[in-house]
C-alpha cells in the first residue's frame, strides 16, 4: 500500500484492527450509521480521536471492573480432558463478578476447552461443577445450570442466517414447547433486548443475515444473557466487527461482570484481554501453561506462556 501510494495510487484503507490502521494511514475519516463525522490527518489522530467519533454516546472514561470475592468459586472445572486430546487435564475455578481472559496461540486449545466446558465437544474424562454440583456433560444441562457460550464461529455455529432477531434471540428460551411460545410476549423480550444492547436493526423480523457483524454479535450475546446465566463464555468475543461495536461490548461485559455475572472472555487479541480482563489464563498444548493477575500479565510473560516457555 506505501508503495502504491508512492507511486501516486489513491488507497481507501478499510479495517478493523486498530494498531493496522494507525500504523500506515496518512488521513482518516469516520463515518457512523451512514452519516460523516470527521476527517483529520495522521498527525492529529490517536486511539482516542477515532473511539470518541465512532462510538455514540462513549462516555469519557469507561466503566472499572469491582474487584472481584475469591473466597468461592461458581463455577469449578476438574482435570478435563476431551475425546481428541486437545486438552490435556484441565483445572480451573472461576469466580462471581469476574472477568477472565484466556490467551494462547492457534491450535493451543482454547476453543476445544471452553466446547468441551459447555458439553459441545465430547468429553474423555473430568467434571465441572456449579456453585458446587456437578453438571452433566451435555449442551442442555450446562444451559440449565447457567453455563452459557458465545461461540468463536457466529456464522457456522450459533446464527440462523435465514431466521430473524426474534427468532434467533429466542431460540434458546428452555422449558417453554415452540408451539406454546406466545410472540407477543417474544416481542417484547426482544425489544427491551435490543434496546438494552442497542442492537440497530430495522425491525426484530428482519432476517439477522441483514446486520451487522456486531449487531448480530450483539444478538447472540442477548440470547445467552436471556437465559439468565451465572457464568458466560465468550470465544473471540469481537472478532469481524468494528471498533464502535467493540467499545459497547467491552462496557456490556464489564457492567455484567458488576453485576456479578463471572466471564471468560477467549481471544486471539491480546490488546483485547488486556482491555477487559482482572485475570489472564495461557494456553498451550492443551494446558494451562500461566494463571496471572491483571498486574502479573505483560505481553512478554503471556508470549512466553503462550510457545511453552514460560513457567507460569
Known amino acids: 500500500m506505501r508503495q502504491l501510494r508512492d ?9 478493523h484492527r486498530m494498531r493496522e490502521m494507525l500504523d500506515i494511514s496518512d488521513r482518516y475519516t469516520v463515518l457512523r450509521e451512514g452519516q460523516f463525522i470527521d476527517t483529520a490527518p495522521a498527525s492529529d489522530v490517536d486511539a482516542n480521536w477515532l473511539l470518541d467519533r465512532m462510538v455514540l454516546q462513549r462516555a469519557g472514561k469507561h466503566t472499572t471492573v469491582k474487584s472481584a470475592a475469591t473466597t468461592k468459586p461458581i463455577v469449578r472445572v476438574d482435570d478435563l480432558k476431551d475425546k481428541f486430546g486437545a486438552v490435556n487435564g484441565v483445572s480451573l475455578e472461576f469466580f462471581p463478578g469476574q472477568i477472565t481472559g484466556m490467551a494462547g496461540l492457534a491450535g493451543a486449545g482454547r476453543t476445544e476447552l471452553v466446547e468441551t466446558i459447555v458439553g459441545f465437544r465430547p468429553r474423555h474424562s473430568g467434571q465441572v461443577f456449579v456453585n458446587d454440583q456437578w453438571v452433566a456433560p451435555t449442551p442442555k444441562a450446562m444451559m440449565h445450570a447457567g453455563v452459557a457460550l458465545v461461540p468463536d464461529d457466529r456464522r457456522a455455529k450459533s446464527n440462523f442466517l435465514e431466521m430473524s432477531v426474534r427468532e434467533n434471540l429466542t431460540i434458546a428460551m428452555h422449558n417453554v414447547a415452540l408451539a406454546k411460545r406466545s410472540k407477543s410476549k417474544e416481542s417484547k423480550i426482544v425489544k427491551e433486548w ?39 463464555i465468550l470465544d473471540e468475543p469481537t472478532r469481524g466487527i468494528d471498533l464502535g461495536a467493540k467499545a459497547e461490548i467491552y462496557e456490556l461485559l464489564r457492567n455484567l461482570a458488576n453485576d456479578g455475572l463471572s466471564i471468560l472472555a477467549v481471544s486471539s487479541e491480546l490488546v483485547e484481554i488486556f482491555e477487559i480482563s482482572q485475570r489472564v489464563l495461557v494456553m498451550h498444548a492443551g494446558v494451562i501453561t500461566a494463571d496471572l493477575t491483571r498486574e502479573e500479565a505483560t505481553e512478554q510473560r503471556v508470549v512466553a506462556a503462550a510457545t511453552g516457555e514460560g513457567n507460569g
Not at 7 to 15: K, L, T
Not at 194 to 221: A, C, F, H, Y
Request: charged fraction near 25%; charge should be positive; hydrophobic fraction near 40%.
Open 194 to 232: 435490543v434496546e438494552k444492547l442497542r442492537i440497530r436493526t430495522q425491525d426484530i423480523d428482519t432476517p439477522i443475515k441483514n446486520l451487522s457483524g456486531g449487531n448480530q454479535q450483539k444478538v447472540i450475546i442477548a440470547r445467552c444473557l436471556q437465559i439468565n446465566p451465572k457464568f458466560l
Open 7 to 15: 507511486e501516486g495510487v489513491a488507497v481507501v484503507f478499510i479495517s
